[in-house]
């Protein structure tokens, strides 16, 4: 079992309605974990006109980040699924790429569940009809 290590920050000069970025541009090889508040924050973002004030490889790691805390159970698999619905905006290969990875996984899992008709449903409606 790996050794977990957590960092928390509560003295950052941010203010409460700002989101904020950890590991920018990815310069550290650790996942970053935000406060559900942060993460609403950046999925409210990504999903606005100006999403590219996040950098496409900040982009990529947000989803990264969130489909893989997921997986391991430190994240609600709704966040992941929510960071996600930007991309019908998103023409980087990055982006994409890590989210296909994601979705692949997704699909793995829930294949044999009750819950596959609507995981497909919503893929569909999500990124097939536009």
């Not at 590991?23 to 006109?49: C, H, S």
């Not at 998103?90 to 995981?119: C, G, H, M, R």
């Amino acid at each position: 079992m790996k050794a977990e290590r957590s960092i928390s920050f509560n003295d950052t000069n941010v203010s409460p309605s700002e989101w904020v970025i950890f590991n920018v541009q990815e310069t550290g090889y650790y996942r970053v974990n935000y406060d559900m508040a942060n993460w609403k924050m950046i999925i409210k973002q990504l999903n606005e006109q100006n999403f590219k004030d996040i950098a496409t490889i900040n982009r990529a790691q947000l989803i990264d980040d969130s489909s893989n805390l997921a997986k391991a159970g430190k994240l609600n698999y709704t966040v992941a699924f929510d960071i996600m619905s930007y991309l019908v905006h998103e023409v980087e290969f990055l982006p994409w790429s890590v989210a296909l990875e994601a979705l692949e996984f997704f699909n793995k899992i829930l294949i044999k569940t009750q819950s596959y008709d609507k995981f497909r449903v919503c893929m569909r409606s999500e990124y097939l009809s536009n």
